[in-house]
């Protein structure tokens, strides 16, 4: 009996053996590689799915932006006097001595000469950058004023007897009537002219001042546009050779006059009924006018690859200056499309057309809104190895449009289908536009 009792006690304290353990880390061991494989997708997953929430959070931002900047396009841009804003804005500016329209919102298809003289890197400039793989993308720019000029009320341009050989249109030099109060040499002036034509609108000029003499009895009021080396800074400007001549063909494109028509000493008189205001903008290193542009461009991250993003800059639209330094507004944008709203205070949108169609069918004075669609992509491609993307993205046009279709669908690159795209689209009033007296 006693004999027995150890080999129970050993039977009984028996533990695992060593194949049962090996088996038991082996399954072990494949339960935490599971749980990690698991885990690691869905951090991926989680990654992929903040990444393209981010991405449609920024570009909502980036409309919004876009949004605030459209309602303020053509703000007080001609003055503070409501009922008599320019319906057509001209401008020498800075684009290489070219007649230019100053307009409250305008778009071109990338690349487009902006109205600046700044060298800025190739990668942040929207001059030097144009969309990859054929697809279509703008600049988009708007003009608005910063502060409201308060200088300047009406003139009456005259001569006495014939007018002089350098008088408008071919010349520079407006004898007047009176000299608005605070008007200096060097400034900017705006020249307005009311009911051009009895069209009912109003042309404006944007002129330098380069030339104020004091007023006497031999010498008459008067204010011309020519080279200035005296100034701080000097004034050279394409007035010295080009006169007012050169905005003719501008006038013409704007349907305001008829084909080989030309602007004559009447123009500027006011008559038969019109009314002419000359208005000081103040100094063009200084001026209210600002341009603000946005375009689409490939960034550079610190791991030596690139992603595209929308940029915005900030331009004084009379030297042409930049403000400070472009931003990158919202990462992930691939396109940037506007299409114009345009119809009378009367009809409100009859249609949607692209900015070149604007200026083509002469409707710049018209616009009422502006669309915007943005295209945007995640930065990261989605986990799934074997996910695509549509080869085409559709981008849904407002209508009625100048048929259109899909050209402004996105295609999407060789090799960029692993990421995920979305378009956000919306519709800004152009607040001036619908503040103007006239149609």
Known sequence: MSDTQPSVKRRLQRGLSLVELMVALVIGLIFSLAVLVVQSSLTKQNVVMSDAMQRDSQTRAALDLITRDLSNAGYFQNGP????????????????????????????????????????????????????????????????????????????????????????????????????????????????????????????????????????????????SLNNASLTPPINTPFQTKGYTGFQNALISAGLLPKGGQLGFGDFNGGPAGTVTLTDLGPPAQQNLQTVAYWVTNQSNSAGGQFPALMRAVINAQTGAVVGQPVAVSAGVVSLIALFGVGTSASGVTQYLTGKDVQAQNQLGNIRSVWIALVSRSLQPDVNTQYQSPATIAVTLPTPNNSYGHAFDYQVPAGARGYHYSVISTEVAVRNALWMSTP
């Open 81 to 224: 006097n409501l009922d008599n804003q320019c319906y057509l804005t001209l401008s020498y500016g800075v684009n290489g001595g070219n007649a230019t329209v100053v307009a409250p919102a305008a778009a071109a298809s990338e690349p487009s000469a902006l109205p600046t003289t700044s060298t800025l890197s190739a990668q942040t400039d929207p001059n030097l950058y144009t969309p990859p793989n054929g697809n279509t993308s703008v600049v988009l720019t708007m003009t608005m004023a910063t502060s409201t000029p308060q200088t300047g009320g009406p003139v009456k341009v005259i001569f006495p007897g014939q007018s002089p050989p350098n008088a408008p249109p071919n010349g520079t030099n407006l004898v007047l009537s009176q000299i608005p109060a605070g008007a200096k040499a060097g400034d900017t002036g705006l020249l307005r002219l009311q009911d051009f034509r009895s069209s009912n609108k109003t042309v404006c000029f944007q002129i330098p001042l380069s030339h104020i003499p004091a007023q006497s009895s031999t010498q008459p009021y008067s204010v011309d």
